[in-house]
């Protein structure tokens, strides 16, 4: 009989599936010692966030074909060496989606309706029907920001109140707004200034990290209200404070923090703030689902059917993956670089191989190509597994091709297209590392990794000197430089890698130099 171990709480009716196809086991907070001797025999391994399966512990994994994973993110799991070992990873990305939106639109009519307000007054005692007038959502203009799997739960909740609905999110395609009647809107400060209410349902990223800062919120409403059941990270919690305590919006509902649990956070001695403690999944349903998904995951790999939430891709044999992995690596890099330079959603990409990887199967570095180009953009939850469905869901359209020849050699050429812009990248692969070695035609020659800054320009004299000493005045440190250019005085580019992290306003200060028409932060 196949053993099945659980190290964390799921529930029951999960529990009640696995039991029909194995022996279980349920013995929770495990330490490293007990976790390594039990994880010995078994077949199936079921944890939530508070296992660690980290290499050191898989390694005493004799018999281990599954592991799953009861929610979303893996961190907690080395995938990696799950994947080398040949064990399959699952998970369940979409459980609790539904438990979010419906805590939001929760959040929204309570601060809508000062509901908390008026509840805490009435316990005291008090019959106070003047101080808690609310506002309808009826008729009111929602701006959501992301339009992914919460977002898009929002927008069909937020259309039986009957609001209208604008929608800000630079990488879907119309089509899908346009399906989901939302006016998509190409800039989030026109969001900000049109809406009643505004919601944030993108990932934590570099690239939204206090997506809404002081700018954004001095353009809302005076009768705005904010809800966020994202990230903390995501909203500049000091603007917010400052705007809220001065009545410049009206509320905001948080049920998160930049700092979790909160300490000492000034928010909360508003009356105008409402929150929650990160309770966006915390729903009876939310957590069976999540269970029972994985459940039933492994009940069809064990009566070897197709799992549709498969994380990894340990079928393909290690040897056929040996060749490929440098051709993965510069295709994920590819794919992010793509994404960050169009900044928009991206329509169709075309994938031309050259050199031996040109006579190979290319599946997995197409795949490997769109988790890179995804993976920015989404929460966690893009893999090599489900790559090409995210990509199709998107309407991106994926082409590839050979040439026999490339004055780089062994190398992947990626054209791609949004709706109003394009770019092409080339990169090659040497002595097993990638290399970029173009970017829109200007030849270059870069390691593609960590922080580099592209800054299209004029090339005029003493460009290179106001772009370093303007870096250096905020304390960034340039590791290493390099300019492309076709032509003497015509437009260049320049490639900086940095050593920190540069502000968005920074970035803004960069574009306004004289000669520079854009500047990039891409992460790779
Ligand atoms: P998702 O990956 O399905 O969707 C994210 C969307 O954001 C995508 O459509 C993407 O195109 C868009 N996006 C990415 N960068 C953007 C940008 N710069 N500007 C505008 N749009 C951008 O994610 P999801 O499952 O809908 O999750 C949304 C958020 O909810 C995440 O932050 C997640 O961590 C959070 N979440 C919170 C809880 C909770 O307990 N409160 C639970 C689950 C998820």
């Given at each position: ?64 074909k599954i592991i799953a994973r009861a929610g979303v993110g893996v961190d907690n799991i080395d995938v990696e060496y799950a994947t080398e070992r040949g064990i399959i990873v699952v998970n369940s990305p979409d459980a609790s989606s539904i438990s979010v939106a419906e805590l939001t639109m929760g959040l929204m009519l309570a601060a809508a309706r000062n509901i908390p307000q008026a509840t805490a007054s009435l316990k005291r005692g008090e019959w106070d029907r003047k101080s808690f007038k609310g506002i309808e959502l009826y008729g009111k203009t929602l701006g959501v920001i992301g339009l992914g799997r ?375």
């Open positions: 009989m196949v053993k099945i171990l659980i190290t964390d709480e799921i529930h029951e009716e999960a529990v009640e599936i696995l039991r029909k196809v194995g022996d279980v086991e349920i013995a929770t907070n495990l330490s490293k010692e007990e976790l390594k001797r039990k994880i010995e025999d078994v077949d199936v391994i079921v944890v939530r966030s508070g296992t660690k399966l980290t290499r050191d512990i898989l390694e005493y994994a004799k018999k281990l919460i977002g898009q739960q929002v927008v069909k909740r937020a259309k039986a109140f009957g609001m209208n609905i604008v929608g800000y999110d630079p990488y879907i395609p119309e089509e899908v707004a346009r399906d989901l009647g939302v006016k998509l809107l190409d800039d989030l400060n026109e969001l900000c200034k049109v809406s009643d209410i505004i919601t944030l349902h993108v990932p934590l990223t570099p690239k939204t990290r206090h997506i809404i800062g002081k700018e954004q919120i001095s353009l809302m409403k005076r009768n705005a209200i904010i809800v966020n059941c994202a990230r903390g990270g995501l909203i500049d919690e000091r603007a917010l404070y400052e705007a809220l305590k001065e009545g410049r919006i009206r509320a905001a509902a948080l049920d998160v923090f930049e700092e979790e649990p909160p300490r000492n956070n000034p928010l909360l001695t508003l009356d105008n703030v409402i929150g929650t403690p990160h309770q966006g999944a915390s729903t009876e349903e939310a957590q069976k689902s999540a269970g029972i998904i994985v459940a039933e995951q492994i009940v069809k790999i064990l009566r070897g059917e197709p799992a549709e939430n498969v994380v990894n891709l340990p079928a393909i044999p290690s040897e056929k993956i040996g060749k490929l992995k440098p051709y993965m690596e510069l295709a994920e890099k590819l794919g992010l670089m793509a994404i960050q330079l169009l900044d928009r959603s991206i329509e169709k990409v075309e994938l031309i191989y050259s050199g031996e990887i040109a006579g190979e199967d290319t599946e997995i570095v197409k795949r490997s190509f769109l988790k890179g180009m995804l993976s920015p953009i989404l929460l966690a939850g893009v893999n090599l597994v489900n790559a090409p469905s995210v990509a199709k869901s998107r309407n991106i359209k994926v082409i590839e091709g050979t040439i026999s020849e490339s004055e780089y050699g062994n190398a992947i050429k990626v054209l791609a297209e949004g709706n109003s812009d394009k770019v092409s990248l080339v990169g090659s692969v040497v002595e097993g590392k990638p290399v970029l070695r173009e970017i829109d035609g200007y030849k270059v020659d870069i390691k593609p990794e960590g922080i580099i800054c592209i800054i299209r320009h004029i090339d005029r004299p003493g460009m290179i000197g106001k772009v370093g000493l303007l870096l250096g005045d905020h304390g960034i440190n340039i590791a290493g430089m390099q300019v492309g250019r076709k032509e003497p005085g015509g437009e260049s580019i320049m490639i900086l890698k940095v050593d920190h992290v540069i502000p968005e306003e920074v970035l803004e200060k960069l574009k306004k130099l004289e000669n520079i028409k854009d500047a990039k932060v891409i992460h790779l």
